[in-house]
C-alpha cells in the first residue's frame, strides 16, 4: 500500500524536532510545498506471504518497521554509501513508502535484486529495497501485488515492552495491513530522527527492539497532543488526508522522544 507523509517532523536542515509550521520543507506535511517540485521516489517494501502459512498482522508490522530503520542504518545508505544517493533524493522530496506482498517464486525473484532482507520474531520476512523513482520500479517489483494484504493476529498481542519504542496506531483507522505497515514504517522513521547519533547506535546494535500496537481510544487524543512525532497520512490510499496514523512514543532506554512517559 502506499502511503506517504507525517507531521511532526524533522528541519529542513535534517536536524531532529520542528513543527509543520516551523519547517515548510518537511517531506511530512499534507499540503504542497516545494518538495513536491522534486523528483518522487519511494521506498519499495515487500512481504512475504505464503498461501499456507500467512504471518501474524502485528508480526508483520513491527517488522516492517524494522526494515525501515535497518535500511536507515545501513553503511549503504550513509555518506558515500553505494545507496546513499537514492536514500537523499527519497528524503529531498515526499516521503513515500509502498508494501507489496509476494509468495513462491515471486519472492525469490524479489531476494535476487538488491536490498536487505528483515525477519521477525514470528518468522515473518520483509524485504527492503534502496528508493526507486516513483515511476521506475524494476520489474520484479512492479508486478507485485498491493492487495491482499490483510492480515490478522491469531491471539492479541502482548503488552508492548515499556523500555523500547512504542508505535501506537490509531484506534478509529481501518486499515489494510500493508497500509499499516507503511504508516509504521513512516513512525519509525520519524522516532530514528529525533534520536543523537549515540542513541541511533545503541538502537541499532540492540537490533532495534519496538512494538507496534493500536491505541486505546481514551489514550489517543493525549498522544496527538504530547508533542511526539505524530504521522499524519496524505491521503492517496484508503483514509482522508490529514488523518494521524501512527505516534511514536520513545521507551526509556533505546528513543527517549520529547513528551514520552
Known amino acids: 500500500m502506499t502511503s506517504d507523509d507525517t507531521s511532526t517532523p524533522r528541519p529542513a536542515d535534517g536536524t531532529p524536532g520542528g513543527s509543520a509550521d516551523s519547517t ?9 510545498t516545494p ?7 519511494v521506498l519499495p517494501l515487500v512481504v512475504r506471504i505464503e498461501r499456507a502459512a500467512p504471518p501474524a498482522r502485528t508480526d508483520a508490522l513491527e517488522t516492517a518497521a524494522r526494515a ?21 533524493d527519497w528524503q529531498d522530496a515526499r516521503i513515500r513508502k509502498v508494501v ?18 528483515v525477519t521477525g520474531p514470528a518468522e515473518t520476512q520483509v524485504r527492503v529495497f534502496p528508493p526507486v523513482p516513483l515511476d521506475g520500479w524494476p520489474k520484479d517489483l512492479a508486478r507485485l501485488q498491493v492487495s491482499g494484504t490483510d492480515l490478522d493476529d491469531p ?21 489494510t495491513a500493508g ?35 493500536v491505541a486505546d481510544r481514551a489514550r489517543w487524543e493525549p498522544l496527538t497532543r504530547a508533542g511526539l512525532p505524530v504521522v499524519r497520512d496524505a491521503g492517496f ?4 488526508p490529514g488523518s494521524c496514523t501512527v505516534v511514536a512514543e520513545g521507551g526509556r532506554r533505546f528513543c527517549p522522544l520529547p513528551g514520552a512517559h
Not at 518538495?35 to 521516489?41: I, K, L, T
Not at 509468495?103 to 536487505?116: D, N, T
Open 68 to 88: 525501515v530503520l535497518v535500511m536507515l542504518a545501513d553503511e549503504r545508505s550513509l555518506d558515500d554509501g553505494a545507496w546513499a544517493q537514492a536514500m537523499r
Open 237 to 240: 490510499t484508503e483514509i482522508a
Open 24 to 32: 515548510p520543507e518537511s517531506p511530512f506535511r499534507t499540503e504542497p
Open 179 to 213: 497500509k499499516a505497515m507503511a504508516q509504521a514504517g513512516h513512525g519509525a522513521q520519524l522516532a530514528w530522527w529525533e534520536l543523537s547519533d549515540a542513541d541511533r547506535k545503541e538502537w541499532r546494535d540492540a537490533g532495534f527492539p519496538l512494538s507496534v500496537r
Open 155 to 175: 491471539e492479541p498481542p502482548k503488552d508492548p515492552d515499556p523500555s523500547a519504542p512504542v508505535l501506537w496506531l490509531n484506534p478509529d483507522l481501518d486499515m
Open 100 to 117: 507489496r506482498r509476494a509468495r513462491g517464486a515471486e519472492w525469490r525473484r524479489a531476494e535476487a535484486l538488491e536490498g536487505i532482507t
Open 35 to 41: 518538495r513536491d517540485e522534486a523528483p518522487q521516489f
